[in-house]
């Protein structure tokens, strides 16, 4: 089982825009900024980062739940830092304070919620494939 992590556990993960995380990376008839689900993958991501000093051998974190806002396009070459910082635990869910910021200004922000999950049993229990 994890290890407890601790509430203020925080950190970031920083990215460039690329055409491929635009909506228009999805469909040429949609203009060339940020995509939610990038912005959200991002911190989603720095959320695994935060928690991962504390995962035991096959252990991961997976995201549960999402409760984000996309305030603000970003464009292309646009560099987003998505930062996190553990706000509650409720029960076997870690819930994250996020939010994405480009430029000095916020892009994105709200809550995601992440649990451990050990792989190996993951996997066999649910029949997936490598």
């Known amino acids: 089982m994890a290890k407890t992590v601790p509430i203020g556990a925080k950190a970031e993960f920083t990215i460039q825009v690329e055409q491929r995380h635009t909506l ?11 995509s939610t689900p990038h ?6 991501h720095a959320c695994f980062l935060a928690a991962e000093p504390y995962q035991e051998d ?15 396009p970003t464009g292309v ?4 830092r998505a930062t996190v910082e553990l706000e509650n635990i409720d029960g076997r869910f ?7 910021e ?6 994105g922000e709200g809550h995601v919620h992440r649990a451990f999950v050990h792989v190996p049993s993951f996997m ?3 029949s997936v494939q490598k």
């Open 39 to 44: 912005m959200i993958g991002w911190m989603e």
């Open 102 to 107: 480009e430029g000095g200004r916020i892009i």
């Open 77 to 80: 070459g646009a560099t987003v």
């Open 24 to 34: 228009q990376g999805l469909d040429k008839r949609l203009p060339p900024v940020l």
């Open 124 to 126: 066999a229990k649910h």
């Open 94 to 100: 870690l819930i994250f304070r996020v939010s994405a």
């Open 58 to 72: 096959g252990e991961i974190t997976v995201g549960t739940a999402i409760h984000v806002t996309h305030r603000a």
